[in-house]
């Protein structure tokens, strides 16, 4: 993601400057093909920040998920602990 972001910083940056240099040489039709292409390049940085920062909360949840199936797990294991406890003192009062 990071490398997107840089791609399009670095194109944003060079039509800048290439804006700067042929700004003078260029149409109005070209002016406004320019200026469409930075607007579509500052979208596309937008873009791409929003879809590492989604990516980022994704893996968080994910991490979460995790961690709440772990501890359903230890608390399944712990309630076959106690049914186990529970059989074994019924048994040992049925003998009795």
Same mark, same amino acid.
């Given at each position: ?5 840089? !791609?399009?910083? !670095?194109?944003? !940056? ?9 700004? %003078? %040489? =260029? ?16 979208? @596309?940085?937008?873009?791409? %920040?929003?879809?590492?920062? @989604? ?16 501890? @359903?797990?230890?608390?399944? !294991?712990?309630?076959?602990?106690? @049914? =186990?406890?529970? %059989? ?9």
């Amino acid at each position: 993601m990071k490398s997107r972001k840089l !791609v399009s910083a !670095v194109c944003g !940056v060079s039509l800048f400057f290439l804006a700067g240099c042929a700004a %003078q %040489q =260029m149409t109005q039709a070209d002016r406004d093909l320019m200026n469409q292409a930075i607007e579509s390049s500052k979208a @596309a940085s937008a873009s791409a %920040q929003k879809a590492e920062s @989604a990516a980022t909360r994704a893996e968080a949840a994910a991490d979460r998920s995790e961690a709440s199936a772990k501890r @359903a797990e230890a608390a399944a !294991v712990k309630a076959e602990q106690s @049914a =186990m406890k529970a %059989q074994k003192a019924f048994e040992t009062g049925l003998k009795k």
